[in-house]
């Protein structure tokens, strides 16, 4: 897993901003002071550039940077505009602005008595995330073999006959790059020192702001990562992993899932050579016998389209269609970090979509756990089978107080929200609320949109009881209103598409291009607010 960067907190030492090497941040408040350590000429130059018509423009969480202060040895110096009160999202953004430019530079930050420390500290780790492992050689090194195809790390299934291609685990033969483990350790990796008044003070915030962002990782990881390494068999692997961290997770491989009833899910997947899983990840940190809360995902680890095959121009990014497993995996990875003191599962679909002589057809007709028939007439309408099942199992088994699924589910979403919202959908307003709340308090956008019995007549089947695709008109209303068929009356539950969200194509105040984890927080912080006991 891609790991933080270091951060460690000390007693603010003014004396050290001169030799300090690397890079200085100094955290500013409008009118405030300037430390006392900062050299002459440094301080005539900051103060010019406070007084400039930039530095006056400067809102709370803005920077400036000063390249080669004069009369210090650092390489930069960031003026970062925070009052000492500074709103938690606004000090977030402000330490994003600090990660951005870390480089593998020691960066010394001079927080004062900034009250929001931990999020200035998250801010730093999440947009500092670089996901490199493939990277083989330096940026100022030439790139001669950039299209050498032997540089791409290679997952390769062996064994078996040649009449069944179909390989269980037992039978597979699995090599897969260890990336990680083939580069020695960076001495100059960057790392951060925070000084503040009182460490004590604030003592644990450093681990706090690290745990987060380690669950945001452990999710950006999953969804960056190439199909070819990040099957579903690997996948479960990296869940059954957090077995450490004291979750208890169950893997139901093909047989159980065909025992079970989930042929939605099972069909989903028959053209691909990886078998389909289903993940089911337990916190129980709550009371004895108290229901927990549900969360689901979708974990398409591939999706071509399937017979509906989609074009070609972008599907390499579909490698992020697990996004809503990712997210699930990465909650329950916060929860048990930090030891939530709630009940929660997690469950999720592990199936590769891919054309083969075996895979569903549109047209088909297959049936769900639940029992209703689906008559498929989009195969690239995937991931509301998938999540049909493991919601109705989701139930069966767990009997939880709330569910909420989360799933890169549409391109309508894009369409009606960009890549600046997630579509909420509920058929409960407190858990809607829930949701909305959290994702506003965390800084990741969130809108509610409809559900209504009137969508319903676009997915009726003629031949089934329902079908998985109403065409391009509310598309992704459409898709919530299949998958509230497959809720128990009475049942609180949510849905969220995160299409738009979990990979959008630039970066964002808190994540460079790629994955943006969308999710880890505002669940986490869901859990916090409403579901933890006292």
């Known amino acids: 897993m891609t790991e933080p960067v270091e951060i460690e907190m000390i007693e603010t030492a003014t004396d050290?901003?001169?030799?300090?090497e690397g890079r200085v941040a100094l955290v500013v408040a409008p009118g405030g002071k300037l430390p006392t350590g900062l050299p002459r000429a440094t301080r005539e130059v900051v103060a010019r550039a406070l007084e400039s018509?930039?530095?006056?423009?400067?809102?709370?969480?803005?920077?400036?940077?000063?390249?080669?202060?004069?009369?210090?040895?650092?390489?930069?110096?960031?003026?970062?505009?925070?009052p000492a009160n500074a709103e938690a999202l606004v000090a977030r953004k402000a330490g994003a602005a600090i990660g951005a430019s870390l480089g593998k530079a020691h960066v010394l930050v001079v927080a004062g008595g900034l009250k929001a420390v931990e999020e200035l500290m998250l801010g730093i780790a999440l947009?500092?995330?670089?996901?490199?492992?493939?990277?083989?050689?330096?940026?100022?090194?030439?790139?001669?073999?950039?299209?050498?195809?032997?540089?791409?790390?290679?997952?390769?299934?062996?064994?078996?006959g040649a009449g069944d291609a179909r390989l269980s685990d037992a039978d597979a033969v699995v090599e897969e790059p260890a990336p990680e483990a083939e580069k020695d350790a960076d001495p100059e990796a960057a790392r951060v020192t925070v000084m503040v008044k009182d460490p004590a003070a604030v003592e644990g915030a450093a681990d706090r702001a690290r745990a987060l962002a380690e669950a945001v990782f452990f999710t950006r990881d999953l969804v960056n990562e190439p199909a070819n390494v990040l099957t579903t068999v690997e996948f479960a692997d990296r869940l059954k992993a957090m077995e450490s961290l004291g979750l208890k997770v169950e893997v139901l491989e093909e047989d159980e899932l065909e025992r079970l009833g989930m042929r939605a899910l099972l069909a989903v997947g028959m053209g691909s050579e990886t078998p389909s899983k289903v993940v089911v990840m337990r916190w129980d940190g709550g009371q004895d016998g108290e229901a927990p809360l549900a969360l689901v995902g979708k974990g398409v680890v591939f999706d071509t389209g399937g017979i509906s095959i989609k074009p070609s121009a972008g599907m390499e990014e579909m490698t992020m269609d697990m996004g809503g497993a990712g997210v699930v995996?990465?909650?329950?990875?916060?929860?048990?970090?930090?030891?939530?003191k709630a009940n929660v599962v997690g469950l999720v679909g592990l199936v590769e979509n891919m054309p083969d002589g075996r895979a569903q057809r549109p047209g088909d007709i297959v049936k769900s756990m639940k029992g209703d028939m689906i008559e498929v007439i989009n195969t690239d309408a995937e991931g509301r089978l998938v999540l049909a099942d493991v919601l109705w199992y989701a139930q069966e088994t767990f009997k939880p107080k709330a569910i909420v699924d989360l799933a890169t589910l549409t391109g309508a979403v894009i369409i009606a929200l960009g890549h600046e919202n997630a579509g909420v959908f509920a058929n409960d307003d407190a858990l809607a609320g829930a949701i909305l709340d959290a994702a506003k308090a965390e800084g990741e956008g969130a809108w509610r949109l409809p559900l209504a019995p009137a969508y319903d007549r676009l997915i009726k089947s003629r031949l089934a009881d329902v079908k998985n695709s109403g065409g391009r008109p509310a598309g992704s209303i459409t898709a919530a209103q299949f998958l509230q068929r497959f809720i128990r009356k009475g049942q609180p539950w949510a849905h969220i598409d995160i299409a738009g969200v979990a990979l959008p194509p630039g970066g964002t105040d808190l994540a460079p291009r790629g994955a943006t984890g969308w999710g880890v927080l505002t669940l986490d912080r869901m859990v916090r607010d409403g579901y933890e006991d006292a």
């Open 53 to 82: 018509k930039a530095g006056k423009a400067m809102k709370p969480g803005a920077t400036m940077e000063l390249a080669w202060p004069a009369g210090m040895a650092a390489e930069a110096l960031h003026l970062v505009m925070l």
């Open 127 to 160: 947009r500092a995330y670089d996901f490199s492992i493939y990277h083989t050689r330096k940026d100022d090194e030439a790139d001669a073999t950039a299209e050498d195809p032997d540089l791409i790390p290679q997952r390769t299934v062996r064994g078996g």
């Open 329 to 340: 995996s990465g909650v329950m990875r916060a929860l048990a970090t930090r030891n939530a």
């Open 16 to 20: 050290r901003l001169a030799a300090h």
